[in-house]
């Protein structure tokens, strides 16, 4: 009991989803209203995988809709085209699921390490020109590539992203993300964006950790890819084209960079916004426009400010610890950690 | 943090057995029950509603904006009709039609949102739009599983009737504009050699000169040069035209989007080729002349289903012309043919619901501007193409070409 009351967490989670599929199922929740948030959802796994790269380690990569794609096409090819899912039971049409997305992920990994092994081993800004080419590489070839449809799209893949599964997934993203920035892969990778010739000095493997933060970071994007390819059921070169690499950059930066609880935050609300303001039609993405300059003019270090959700209990990355189940640190404070806090801040 | 981890997938799992087997089915429950449902009660007598919502997705903003407001403008004056009659007559009623507007930005998941919106949170009864074959593609999905029926003006590509049945469209489909043009250029102009410049990033584009090639060749014409280029935002078309120009062809098919079209044309003739210029419907835009250059654009034709001439036409070519200033193009054209199919559907459908009004645009009968239309089994018009030849800046009636 004292347990649970320590870690509310684990009982708020589940109650969320539970709320959001009774929403959905009562219909207090139209199709719409999921479609977005679960688009929302999707949204924050690829500003969550871009913060591993853009936001600890301190790289940039502005081509991360590539990853995305090809994770996507690999799984859609594999359930729409290569079985047909459609007359298999509903296990298997799951487990052929979830292994095509693992397998989209996997492909986006080792996309990843081809393209990161090279580059990350230079200093400077080599990745972000790296990845914008890789982004229009991957388009181009599937624009071509007829066994996908080519620049017709995809269509027919079927709809097995279910609320489930994308919820289950960013969850599982989140907690990836947190395990790896509070453990010392994450430590060795925020020394890096610090100061690389600093964390050179202590021993620390420069490009390895960049191309462990990056490949994970594919990875997780490849996989959020198969998620919108299921969500979507309908895929086209153009989608993801630099312009959606853009999107995962303004969530990141609006939502607050390096933080967690800031990507969360910054996806969510820059998906809903341009929905709600269906209202005001022609003006639409004027207004969404300005509010992205106003954000980025009074709040430079974003929405969330660098700071986490006290329930992820990060040791190391955020700023401080605020709202939502407020968590008392049990760290010895030792001269050491307060000594680096202060260095952060 | 393992406990954490561990219970919480636990507890997850255990709510994943309980509910994810049920989850597929789920977005398509909440329609299913509603519209079976809707027609059972009021079998015997036609329930007329006071107001009905229909739907418009159009590219408001983003890269084909033009075609956006061609679109909008056509519905702006089907509406102004309307209100000018008191409402649309359905059996002595009269019923207020109000039209939902979305922007799709010319993206595909922008389409499957707003087609979701108007769907779920408008409830409209029928959707027109939106312009192109791709976004078509993606939001009919959804409308197909929502039974709701939806008409594209100018989404021409083949596979966009092949969603569903409940995906209908207004205009000729690619295969047969790309015939028409090659029938044209082979037997009425006697032109053995000729080239394509095309976006390869392009459903529209790429379906045209595919289609066009095969049916050039199979007349007997040769194709010498098929140059590619990737996607709307090339401006500079430079190196296609130089290979082009080596292979010195009599006539050029630039089967683009309408973006592109004055500087393809511009660059060609700054090149010094002076090969036939031929063209597809995206070409039928009235303003083309003077963004091109008239004396560019002079002798050059083009193909669409829609010939502002034509005595069928000249009644909504007038009307359309004092309103907004300018002659529709093909665009506004099929819009306003696209929203006159939904309203005679819901005239003569039995049911005021998805299935009802589906089963009535599939017998459309009725005399619109391009001419007399009715649907083939694929829900794709029967139709002529029309050729049009720009002479002193203005596109003139050349010749009609059947389909076989």
């Known amino acids: 009991m004292k347990w649970i009351r320590r870690n509310p967490e684990v009982v708020f989670i589940p109650l969320l989803y539970v709320a959001l599929y009774i929403a959905q199922r009562t219909g207090f929740f139209n199709n719409y209203i999921m479609q977005i948030v679960m688009l929302a959802c999707i949204n924050i796994c690829m500003t969550l995988s871009l913060n591993l790269v853009n936001g600890i380690t301190g790289q940039s990569s502005i081509g991360h809709a590539g990853f995305m794609s090809v994770g996507a096409y690999t799984s859609a090819l594999i359930t729409t085209i290569m079985l047909d899912v459609s007359c298999m039971s509903p296990f298997m049409q799951l487990v052929i699921f979830l292994l095509a997305t693992v397998f989209g992920g996997v492909c986006a990994a080792i996309c990843g390490y081809l393209v990161g092994m090279p580059t990350l081993r230079l200093r400077g800004d080599y990745l972000a020109i790296v990845t914008l080419g890789f982004g229009e590489v991957i388009r181009s070839i599937i624009r071509i590539a007829d066994v996908v449809g080519g620049a017709r799209g995809l269509t027919g893949i079927p709809k097995l992203a279910s609320l489930f599964w994308i919820f289950a997934f960013v969850i599982l993203t989140i907690y990836a993300c947190r395990n790896f920035i509070d453990s010392s892969y994450g430590r060795a990778c925020m020394a890096i964006r610090d100061n690389e010739i600093a964390a050179d000095t202590m021993g620390i493997n420069i490009s390895r950790y960049k191309i462990i933060a990056f490949v994970l970071s594919a990875f997780i994007a490849g996989v959020s890819g198969s998620m919108y390819a299921h969500m979507i059921r309908y895929l086209h070169p153009d989608v993801f084209s630099y312009a959606k690499s853009t999107d995962f950059l303004v969530y990141l930066y609006a939502g607050g960079v390096g933080s967690i609880s800031g990507s969360v935050i910054g996806a969510t609300i820059l998906t809903v916004l341009p929905e709600m303001l269906r209202a005001i039609a022609n003006w639409r993405l004027v207004i969404y426009g300005i509010l992205l300059v106003l954000i980025i003019l009074f709040r430079q270090e974003g929405i969330f400010g660098g700071k986490e959700f006290a329930f992820l209990k990060m040791k190391t990355g955020g700023i401080q610890n605020i709202g939502f189940f407020k968590f008392r640190r049990k760290l010895k404070k030792s001269p050491e950690t307060s000594a680096q806090e202060e260095v952060i801040q | ?404």
Not at chain 2, 86 to 110: C, F, N, Q, R, Y
Request: proline content about 6%; some cysteine.
């Open chain 2, 1 to 404: 943090m393992k406990r954490i981890l561990c219970l919480m997938l636990t507890l997850c799992f255990v709510l994943a057995v309980g509910c994810a087997p049920a989850q597929p089915s789920s977005p398509a429950a909440p329609a299913a029950p509603a519209a079976p449902g809707a027609p059972e009660a009021p079998a015997s007598s036609k329930v007329i509603p006071d107001e009905i919502k229909l739907g418009l997705m159009s590219t408001i903003s983003g890269g084909q904006a033009i075609d956006g407001k061609n679109m909008t403008d056509a519905i702006t004056l089907v509406s102004e009709e309307l209100e000018a009659l008191g409402g649309l007559d359905v059996d002595g009623k009269k019923v207020k039609i109000s039209w939902v507007i979305e922007d799709t930005e010319a993206k595909p998941e922008i389409a499957v949102n707003a087609v979701q919106k108007l769907i779920e949170q408008d409830k409209v009864l029928a959707i027109v739009g939106p312009n192109n074959s791709g976004e078509t593609i993606a939001s009919g999905e959804i409308s197909q599983a929502a039974k709701v029926p939806q008409i594209t003006n100018t989404g021409t590509n083949i596979k966009v009737t092949q969603v569903g049945d409940y995906i209908f469209r207004a205009c000729i489909i690619d295969p047969f504009q790309g015939i028409v043009v090659a029938k044209f250029a082979y037997d009425n102009l006697k032109i053995t050699k000729a080239a394509i410049l095309y976006d390869n990033a392009d459903t529209y584009s790429s379906g045209l000169s595919e289609s066009f090639k095969n049916a050039y060749e199979a007349l007997g014409g040769t194709i010498v040069a098929n140059e590619a280029y990737s996607g709307q935002d090339v401006k500079d078309f430079s190196a296609q035209l130089t290979i082009i120009k080596n292979a010195n062809p009599e006539a050029i098919f630039y089967p683009s989007h309408i973006e592109n079209i004055p500087l393809q044309l511009q660059q060609t003739r700054g090149m010094g080729i002076t090969a036939t210029l031929l063209g597809c419907d995206s070409w039928d835009y009235a303003a083309l002349p003077d963004l091109v250059g008239r004396d560019v654009l002079e002798g050059a034709y083009y193909v669409t289903g829609f010939s502002p001439d034509a005595d069928s036409a000249k009644d909504f070519v007038k009307k359309f012309n004092d309103r907004f200033g300018y002659r529709p193009s093909f665009c506004s054209a099929m819009a306003y043919e696209a929203a006159h199919i939904v309203l005679n559907a819901i005239q003569r459908a039995e049911t005021i619901d998805g299935p009802g009004v589906r089963d009535a645009m599939a017998a459309t009968d009725m005399d619109l501007p391009s001419g007399h239309v009715k649907f083939d089994e694929f829900r794709n018009p029967v139709k002529s193409g029309t050729v049009l030849q720009v002479r002193d800046g203005v596109a003139q009636y050349v010749t009609s070409i059947e389909p076989d």
